[in-house]
């Protein structure tokens, strides 16, 4: 029997997307469609090399090879590739790098298992940015700095032990602003003044732990104008490169919505005079419907925006990548045409093989050649019968990172010669590390 999938690939023209750096809202955008066939004949045939209770009881440990060494960056993959194999990197090179670009990891209390893996993998990170911080305004000039309890100070020393050259960068996000703190912010130079002090104190509190931060505030000031945004930023880092420096000076890297509304090429010419980085959110891709999360022609769109960046420049860029998915469920009973006909929820590692354990072996794997993802389908039998033959609908729809499509964002990140910056290290498999 054979099926078919059919959907739609949403490709970015304009929409008012609110970005941040983890999963968030995907609305509807103006689009181009195409169609996209997949059949039973292109997932990978199961093959009994294990039984399937061993599969998803026992998946394989770490062991002394890679995954480019057990040849398994695949376009043909199955369910019992990816249940046999999820947990089993290289424990034997996994400080050995195969990405000498600069690499980023976010790491989240909410994700714990991110805080191990940080520790396994270190000498693959130039930077670590825990997701801790949240900056507010308290009262006139006054602003607090919201997570402290959060920090790590035995984790940090014991990343720095392993790798005296990562750097350790906490995420601040500028969150739920009233707009009268909004305002007071914009209008007076004081208050901005405040703001930047607030986050230069926190930084030299803690010097022997922190090498700069992650900051998230375009999406959240959005209402802003650029001029005011770019005034802020660039006080915010006038402070910090003013701090006394150790071994390094302290940096300050800008979470940069993939949307031109946001940040487009005039704001990195502005801005890139005053910070070190930008790590540009190239996922989640804007669709109401079941599609890719990233797809390459789009990463490839937004990118085009940044000037291509020198050897010896010492502005880094970095290339979002997703190690998380949506699973979309079909709605039953459907819903008018003109309303979306899946549940769209966020979806991590576990939940995915949890989904896969209970799905196996009806689970099919494809691979969206165009967007460089994979998608799992689970298919269901329609009431409505087509010339007297049985007619299947996709009734689950899973975008969930692959080792080959981290791969090949790897490969595309080399070729434009810019850094990669993972959200985030707890939410993926422990053996898409093997490719850092």
Not at 322 to 342: E, V
Request: with cysteine; aromatic share 14%; net charge negative.
């Amino acid at each position: 029997m054979k099926y078919s999938l059919f959907f739609v690939l949403i490709f970015y023209i304009v929409c008012p997307l609110e970005a941040t750096i983890g999963p968030g809202g995907r609305r509807s955008t103006t689009y181009t469609p195409a169609t996209v066939d997949f059949s039973e004949s292109s997932s990978a045939e199961e093959k009994p090399t294990t039984s399937l209770r061993s599969t998803r009881e026992n998946p394989l440990p770490p062991t002394d090879t890679n995954v480019l060494q057990r040849d398994l960056i695949q376009e043909d993959i199955s369910p019992r590739t990816i249940l046999e194999n999820h947990l089993s990197y290289c424990d034997s090179c996994s400080d050995i790098r195969q990405f000498y670009n600069p690499t980023l990891i976010y790491i989240t209390p909410w994700n714990n298992h991110g805080y191990d893996l940080a520790k396994i993998f270190t000498k693959k990170f130039d930077y670590v940015s825990p997701v801790w911080f949240r900056i507010k305004r308290q009262g006139y000039q006054m602003y607090v700095v919201e997570g402290k309890q959060d920090i790590d100070s035995l984790w940090i020393e014991t990343l720095k032990t392993k790798n005296s050259d990562v750097r350790i960068v906490p995420r601040v996000s500028f969150e739920h602003w009233s707009a009268t703190d909004l305002h007071a912010l914009f209008e007076s130079e004081d208050e901005k003044q405040h703001l930047a002090s607030t986050l230069k104190d926190l930084l030299v509190d803690n010097t022997h732990l922190f090498d700069g931060f992650v900051l998230e505030i375009l999406s959240q000031f959005h209402g802003a104008s650029k001029a005011t945004t770019h005034h802020l930023l660039s006080d915010i880092a006038e402070h910090i490169h003013a701090i006394e420096k150790t071994a390094y000076r302290k940096e300050v890297i800008l979470a940069v919505p993939p949307l031109e509304e946001y940040f487009d090429r005039n704001d990195f010419n502005v801005l890139s005079k005053h910070l070190d980085g930008f790590h540009v959110m190239t996922y989640d891709f804007p669709t109401k419907e079941p599609g890719p999360v990233s797809p390459f022609p789009w990463i490839k769109e937004v990118m085009r925006k940044f000037p291509k960046t020198r050897s010896d420049s010492s502005v880094k860029l970095f290339l979002g990548i997703n190690f998380y998915g949506y699973r979309f469920d079909y709605i039953i009973p459907p819903p008018p045409k003109d309303r979306p006909q899946y549940h769209m929820k966020h979806i991590i590692g576990r939940d995915y093989i949890d989904f896969l354990k209970q799905y196996y072996p009806t689970a099919k794997i494809h691979f969206d050649a165009r967007a460089h993802e994979h998608v799992t389908v689970v298919y269901t039998r329609s009431e409505v019968n087509v010339n007297r033959q049985a007619h299947y609908l996709p009734q689950i729809v899973i975008f969930y990172p692959s080792l080959k499509s981290i791969h090949d964002r790897l490969q595309l990140a080399m070729e434009l010669n810019i850094g990669v910056a993972i959200w985030d290290g707890g939410q993926g498999f422990d053996y898409f590390f093997d490719l850092f």
